[in-house]
């Protein structure tokens, strides 16, 4: 098989792992091409083939296991390919001079076993970082179940790791990847947490979490995602819209892949790691599901009016945080800005806050932008679900390499 056509397939069955954006990694180029620090690298490929610029890749998409959710699943008639190590060094450098890309997401499905999977991942990228001396970013799947030594010799190569949970609980995984289960992820995850440093995944680690193929609820999710912040420093937790591409029959019958859903999560973990926000403010056993129609913080802010609105000039960072509409950055341009003068809703714009959203829920200078009879949780909330703009569901589309 040509090797385009391997590119073709290995780079199309790897757009369903959600879990390669990247932060930049601060290690250094000592000698030999490219350079992790810096980077601005983020995941995608446009239509035309412009790299956007990680070469995000399987190095197989031949797989022992079947996962009901999965393309690559042994039970489905596709089209296989396998990379040799030497093949993904060519196209990585190859697109790399041609400045296509800024780094790797390399994956795998597994072929034979999990250590032999890891070792074919290992010897790929040794190769890339020692014989063509590529010091560009990459960011490796742990494959589940690999020995801890292997684990070992992948974080001193790559740059960001992830071992994928793939969902919620452990009753799901049992039910859809029977193949693996959470102690395999919490191993390499505890491994990864314990041996950070500057030489080792030195740009921490994520995992993908496939939303919408089981039951569990919005707070069952986040609950997870809040212990794996809290017990593994994980980066990022990945919300992958569940794509209904297989029949099965342990499988929802969705026509379209949640994505509405998977938007107020990304909004709700948002919360969680820059506004300190914990689940248990957000969701509850009788509400164990954010509302679809109005966004996480909104939702919170308007279930304790009591708290607002709050005066803009006086608020302190950690009020003006929990004020839809304002960000971390405009916070504190507030903060500085108010020591000179009295900010009022004209100057609240131009430091980019978010005015359609936060007007409700603040005064400027003892003003409320209306009358403040319409301070009230049915005009707030309907006007709000009219601005909602998050994505609809009949806009999906996945980006391909090689398109048209
Ligand atoms: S292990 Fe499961 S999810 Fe991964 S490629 Fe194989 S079938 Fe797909």
Redesign the pocket.
Known sequence: MQLKEKLIILADSAKYDASCSSSGSMRKNNKGIGNAAFSGICHSFASDGRCISLLKILMTNC?I???KY?L???SNNIKRATFTPEEICAITINFYKRNYIEGLFLSS??IKNANYTMELLIKTISLLRNKYHFNGYIHAKAILGADQMLVKKLGLLVDRLSANIELPTSDSLKLL?PNKNQNQVNDIMQYVHDHKDEKFVPSGQSTQMIIGATAESDLQIMQQSEKMYHNYSLKRVFYSAYIPINNDKLLPALKLPPLKREHRLYQADWLLRFYNFKVSDLLDLENPNFNILIDPKANWALKHLELFPKEINTASYHELLQIPGIGEKSAKRIISSRKHFKITFKDLKLMGVVLKRAKYFIICDGKYFANTNLFNKRFIESNLILEDKSPNTHNYQQLSLFNG
């Open positions: 797989c296991y079947d996962c999965c690559n699943r042994k499905g597994i990847a």
